[in-house]
């Protein structure tokens, strides 16, 4: 399972961490995504980090403003959100690739809004 | 920025088969993966290097490559496949990783 926290309402220019918390497998045995919904619209991925931690990429909508990282101790995935715009506002879910199964396990994903 | 291409729409009796597309410039090289999502719902991967299946996921759903196209198949479209499909991809530097415009399947 995965579970999403951390989501609410921010103002523009703002800061937010979100969590997803992992069970059920051995969390550092895999790569881990953010993946983003806005309101009515389609999927956007977001970034993906490597089993160790040591790999991480972003999309360019994010880059430079977003971090990815995670505590294998802890089983537990992270978002940093920073400098947060209107066009963050969505449903960000975390999810899971096995070897070439990407985004096999989804979390039940969390929503932030960033308005004023 | 790399795009993949989805018809916004499909319809498909009960029964018959549905036909999704997805086209990118990269598919020829990179794998396509495809996602169903049910309203209100996290996606579900139902295939991923172009045509496998993941356990659990009906035979009805199929996928497929041709140049610069991947295909989803639904043999047989039940209700319960009624939904938004993505495809997924990346460019050829495999560094842009991209879903889809979507595609919203009705069973009808």
């Known amino acids: 399972q995965l579970l999403e926290s951390g989501g609410g309402l921010v103002q523009p220019g703002g800061s937010l961490r979100l969590s997803c918390v992992a069970s059920g497998f051995t969390f550092n045995n895999y790569d881990m995504n953010w993946v983003r919904q806005a309101p009515g619209k389609g999927l956007e991925w977001v970034s993906v980090i490597g089993g160790t931690g040591t790999t991480t990429y972003y999309a360019d909508s994010v880059k430079g403003r977003f971090t990815i990282s995670r505590d294998n101790s802890k089983s537990t995935l992270y978002l940093r959100m920073n400098i947060l715009r209107a066009e963050d506002t969505a449903i960000y879910y975390c999810?899971?690739?096995?070897?070439?199964?990407?985004?096999?396990?989804w979390g039940q994903g969390v929503l932030v809004t960033v308005s004023s | 920025s790399y795009e993949l291409t989805q018809p916004p729409s499909v319809s498909v009796s009960p029964g018959q088969t549905a036909r999704i597309t997805c086209s990118g410039d990269a598919l020829p090289t990179k794998y396509a993966y495809w996602y169903q999502q049910k309203s209100g719902q996290a996606p579900v991967l139902v295939i991923y290097?172009?045509?496998k299946r993941p356990s659990g996921i009906p035979e009805r759903f199929s996928g497929s490559t041709s140049g610069t196209m991947a295909t989803l198949t639904i043999s047989g479209a039940q209700a319960e496949d009624e939904a938004d499909y993505y495809c997924?991809?990346?460019?050829?530097?495999?560094?842009?990783?991209?879903f889809g415009t979507g595609t919203k399947v009705t069973v009808l």
């Open positions: 997924y991809s990346t460019d050829s530097s495999g560094h842009h990783n991209v």
């Open positions: 999810a899971r690739n096995d070897g070439s199964k990407l985004f096999d396990y």
């Open positions: 290097d172009d045509s």
